[in-house]
């Protein structure tokens, strides 16, 4: 069976033996916890972000860079190659676990493949799927502008069921580029999780490929995070090799690109603040890809729907 932990440790043991030249800070904290920053003290890079995503991915797949043109102007785009999405995926890279610290506002959300370690409190998402990890070392993903306290890696440690210096924590704020990059490079999780929602079996999903612009970077979090998200639900493209009935996909494929959502055709951070920055508050089928593509590997058929919306981009990152 495959180690999403192991695998993704094969990638995090080449930032460290190279992180002056990716641009990345390693910290060891007094439990033993390696903390790497890749975007909130040090810059980082494209290939940090590139390696960064690959840690999210657990390794299991392909990440690369292609131009993109919006409103006259060539950006570039990530294109992430899945081998294994339930594992890489689902397991690793949703964000999905959310850990309270005492005197914070907001919870620390964890992504990687630690989550599947995880068996103190599992997040829902792990409900999708029958894969459960088991190994001795963990590595997990937070985006945040703040740093990791001690307190925090011993909570996660002890919920993977591994020692603190066996933990790895990466990390990036909203605003860096590591960030753009690989929140883009979730076009295929975020698929995923919509195909879930509508109650498509993620077991039955073989292949996956995604593509989505990366926004223009500014220093601001709140406006990052609105860049960040136009380009997954106006700029992004998911492409699925799944196991079915052209019935089932024929349909699916309409249910799950942003365009169906009450919420769409206006910048993400618009709906974010008609939403009282509350998460909770927006529609969930507006997180969803521009436009979807899902092959039916029993009749080769293809099934289409959704668009990229330049007009949104543009008023977006322009």
Request: proline share 4%; aromatic share 8%; with cysteine.
């Amino acid at each position: 069976m495959i180690s999403i932990n192991r695998e993704a440790m094969k990638v995090v043991r080449e930032i460290l033996y190279d992180a002056d030249a990716l641009g990345v800070g390693v910290e060891t904290l007094a439990n033993g916890t390696t903390v790497i920053d890749m975007g909130l003290e040090r810059k980082g890079g494209w290939r940090a972000a590139r390696l960064y995503t690959l840690v999210t991915i657990a390794g299991l797949g392909e990440v690369s860079y292609e131009p993109f043109v919006v409103g006259g102007r060539t950006l570039s785009a990530v294109r992430v190659m899945i081998d294994h999405p339930v594992e890489g995926c689902v397991a690793s890279q949703i964000a999905g676990w959310q850990l309270e610290e005492p005197g914070k506002e907001h919870a620390a959300i964890l992504a990687g493949p630690g989550r599947a370690l995880n068996r103190t409190n599992p997040d829902h998402y792990l409900d999708w799927i029958k894969y459960r990890d088991d190994h001795h070392e963990s590595v997990v993903a937070i985006q945040t502008s703040e740093s990791v306290p001690v307190g925090l890696a011993d909570t996660i440690a002890s919920s993977c069921r591994v020692k603190p210096d066996d933990l790895y924590i990466l990390i990036a704020p909203n605003h860096s580029l590591v960030c753009a990059v690989q929140v883009a490079a979730r076009i295929v999780e975020q698929t995923l999780h919509r195909m879930a929602e509508e109650g498509f079996d993620l077991e039955l999903v073989r292949f996956a490929s995604g593509f989505g612009v990366i926004p223009p970077l500014v220093d601001d979090d709140l406006v990052s995070m609105g860049r960040i998200n136009d380009s997954l639900l106006y700029g992004g493209i998911a492409t699925l090799h799944v196991d079915s009935t052209d019935e089932i996909c024929a349909d699916l494929a309409k249910r799950v690109v942003s365009s169906v959502s009450v919420a769409y055709g206006r910048p993400f951070v618009d709906i974010y603040e008609d939403a009282d920055r509350d998460f909770y508050n927006i529609p969930i089928d507006i997180h969803s890809p521009a436009e979807v593509h899902i092959n039916n590997l029993r009749t080769g058929a293809t099934f289409s729907a959704g668009s990229i919306n330049y007009d949104i981009l543009t008023e977006s990152f322009f």
